[in-house]
């Protein structure tokens, strides 16, 4: 189980990193506001918020990761402890997508289901 954890944190965090290169570098690029479905004046309004919050997104990666490199090479209490820090904090965020913008279901679960697999994995693992 300790594997699949491993496997569902990495690519939580890959996940993570790929939408703070959105939010925080290419925002107002064709491709990223296709994605989020903003128009250039949108994008432009909203350019300093994105870059923020793709940094929080960018800081629960990697806690998650160092979570999952300790747990590689050390110590499982300070590893599971960063994994359901981050990886429950990636989950949570997604919650709250899911709950404010119901329209953005499809994004809200392609956002918190990775972390929540590892989520539930890393538990079973130490269990």
Excluded: C
């Excluded at 490199?69 to 981050?86: H, K, N, S, T």
């Amino acid at each position: 189980m300790r594997i699949v954890a491993l496997i569902a944190v990495a690519v939580a965090v890959l996940l993570h990193v790929y939408i703070f290169t959105m939010e925080s570098l290419t925002w107002t690029s064709a491709r990223t506001r296709a994605t989020f479905g903003l128009s250039q004046a949108q994008a432009e309004q909203t350019r300093e918020l994105a870059y923020n919050q793709g940094f929080y997104n960018l800081f629960l990666a990697i806690v998650a990761a160092v979570g999952a490199v300790i747990w590689l090479v050390g110590d499982q209490g300070i590893a599971v402890a960063l994994i359901l820090a981050g990886a429950g904090s990636m989950v949570a965020a997604g919650l709250v997508l899911l709950l404010s913008s119901p329209s953005k279901a499809k994004a809200a679960l392609i956002q918190l289901t990775p972390p929540l697999l590892g989520v539930v994995a890393t538990v079973l693992a130490v269990a």
